[in-house]
Nanobody, 126 residues
Framework: QVHLVASGGGSVQSGGSLRLSCVASGDTHTRYCMGWFRQAPGKEREGVAAIDSYGVTAYAESVKGRFTISQDNAKSPLLLQMNAMKPEDTAMYYC????????????????????RGQGTQVTVSS
């Protein structure tokens, strides 16, 4: 069982940067596959980035080259460095985890993930 808590959201101007963090508690000996997701008002939740237990990453086309997902080891926070931010990045951001044996590692589908944290709000103004 894994409990996830995301933080680091806030308000930033267009072109600015934020770094989100997701801390896991519970089973911290296993390096889970992890993902970041977001949901803007009136829109469906979408995958942003994912990382598997080997450190391989996947990104949504809309954030490639601007966002970086990382995690040093199983006990380290999951990070999402967001640069060159745009107003369309405004959303509630969520982190999620999946057992490393899953065939869905690197998925950008939120409901593929077994453990999901609460969100942190990100607002980008123009």
């Amino acid at each position: 069982q894994v409990h996830l808590v995301a933080s680091g959201g806030g308000s930033v101007q267009s072109g600015g940067s934020l770094r989100l963090s997701c801390v896991a508690s519970g089973d911290t000996h296993t390096r889970y596959c992890m993902g970041w997701f977001r949901q803007a008002p009136g829109k469906e939740r979408e995958g942003v980035a994912a990382i598997d237990s080997y450190g391989v990453t996947a990104y949504a086309e809309s954030v490639k080259g601007r966002f970086t997902i990382s995690q040093d080891n199983a006990k380290s926070p999951l990070l999402l460095q967001m640069n060159a931010m745009k107003p369309e990045d405004t959303a509630m951001y969520y982190c999620a985890a999946l057992p490393p044996s899953s065939a869905d590692c690197l998925s950008l589908r939120f409901y593929d993930y077994h453990y999901r944290g609460q969100g942190t709000q990100v607002t980008v103004s123009s």
